[in-house]
């Protein structure tokens, strides 16, 4: 079956910009949970989504945030973009909320902001 | 909030050598703990996971051990093999901000010296 398919694969914005991903899980995947990684860090979460609605939510600024659809298909934006956001964005999906199974992760949209 | 302790950060061990990675948690009510794998460049993988009605768990070369009354779990990597060097990030159950969530360790990079 087909795994989990985020796109861009690559962006790269302007300081100041806004970007949206998206973010495809695996079919019957209800949940969706978003992380930030940067070189040599370790998986910082955003959010998760579960049958459309945001369960959970990371330390991060109102500048993140996301969206569930009814497909499960999930997009996060991120507004007046920074330096510093620069960053391996991975999304992760599971059938049941991720902390009680096995969550299968994307390739991730590597974001450069300049 | 909850949070995972992990360590090392960085592990280096000569090939054929045993690798140790240890994880503490505070939640006694915690009952899933995965642990991911994430090679260079590539998204991160379940590996094993265990849950709290046992205390080990093996896979070939790879076991998993659980301490609910110390409160720790480890991941043990017998006849460590170069495919083996990547960053191991544990996991596992626990509340935030009044809800369940996939709490993450910071990750351990593991160096397999040929």
């Known amino acids: 079956k087909a795994g989990v398919t985020q796109t861009p694969r690559y962006l790269i914005k302007t300081r100041g910009q806004q970007v949206t991903l998206s973010c495809s899980p695996i079919?019957?995947?209800?949940?969706v949970s978003w992380y930030q990684q940067t070189p040599g860090q370790g998986l910082q979460f955003l959010f998760e989504?579960?049958?459309?609605?945001?369960?959970n939510k990371g330390n991060f600024p109102g500048r993140f945030s996301g969206r569930q659809f009814s497909n499960s298909r999930s997009e996060m934006n991120v507004s007046t973009l920074e330096l510093g956001d620069s960053a391996l964005y991975l999304c992760?999906?599971?059938?049941?909320?991720?902390?009680?199974?096995?969550?299968?992760f994307g390739q991730g949209t590597r974001l450069t902001v300049v | 909030g909850e949070n995972v302790e992990q360590h090392p950060s960085t592990l280096s061990v000569q090939e054929g050598d045993s690798a140790v990675i240890k994880c503490t948690y505070s939640?006694?009510?915690?009952?899933?703990f995965p642990w991911y794998k994430q090679e260079l460049g590539k998204r991160p993988q379940l590996i094993i996971d265990?849950?709290?009605n046992v205390g080990e768990k093996k896979d070939q070369r790879i076991a998993v051990t659980l301490n609910k009354t110390a409160k720790h779990f480890s991941l043990h990597i017998t006849e460590t093999q170069p495919e083996d060097s990547a960053v191991y990030f544990c996991?596992?159950?626990?509340?935030?901000?009044?809800?369940?969530?996939?709490?993450w360790g910071a990750g351990t990079k593991l160096i397999i010296k040929p």
């Open positions: 992760a999906s599971s059938l049941i909320p991720p902390e009680d199974t096995e969550a299968f």
């Open positions: 079919s019957g995947h209800r949940s």
């Open positions: 989504y579960f049958s459309e609605t945001q369960r």
């Open positions: 939640d006694s009510a915690s009952n899933y």
């Open positions: 265990i849950r709290s």
């Open positions: 996991a596992h159950r626990g509340r935030r901000d009044s809800n369940y969530q996939l709490i």
